[in-house]
């Protein structure tokens, strides 16, 4: 992914953490979602007392996406720290967020996990989760119609 394309996804996702519910883990985690046709869907963690209910950074994202339509996806980055500190860590997919990412990308998916603009890991989807599970494991097509 061309360095300018990556940087701007990057902010994207510094944005989106700007907005995180943290009360319990204090882990902000932001994610800006790629589509193909050129949108970015922003997201962050959402916490639940309950543990169980919260919802990552990136499953917001794709969720906002999948509810107004989009579901053709080509990178995402990621960023989380500790409020008020800076990571010293890139911050990756959880295993959920691999899987729920999946169902709509497959493998290819360009995954930016970043502690800066200019300080990422540039991956694939498919490197990070090897042997994905998705629709083509169970012959189905989801772009099409149930008969």
């Known amino acids: 992914m061309p360095r300018d394309q990556a940087a701007a996804l990057i902010r994207a996702a510094f944005a ?11 882990f902000a985690v932001g994610a800006a979602l790629l589509a193909k046709d050129g949108r970015v869907f922003t997201g962050c963690n959402i916490e639940n007392a309950g543990y169980t209910p919260t919802n990552c950074a990136e499953r917001t994202a794709l969720f906002k996406a999948v509810s107004e339509g989009v579901t053709e996806f080509s990178a995402i980055a990621v960023v989380g720290s500790l409020q008020g500190k800076r990571n010293e860590l890139p911050t990756g997919p959880c295993g959920v967020c691999r899987q729920a990412l999946f169902e709509f990308t497959g493998p290819d ?39």
Do not use: C, Q, W
Request: glycine share 8%; charged share 25%; aromatic share 12%.
């Open 109 to 147: 998916l360009v995954v930016l996990m970043a502690k800066s603009e200019d300080d990422y890991i540039e991956t694939t989807l498919g490197a990070l989760l090897p042997y994905g599970f998705g629709p083509k494991n169970l012959e189905i097509d989801p772009s099409r119609p149930n008969d």
């Open 16 to 26: 989106g953490r700007r907005f995180a519910y943290v009360p319990y883990s204090h």
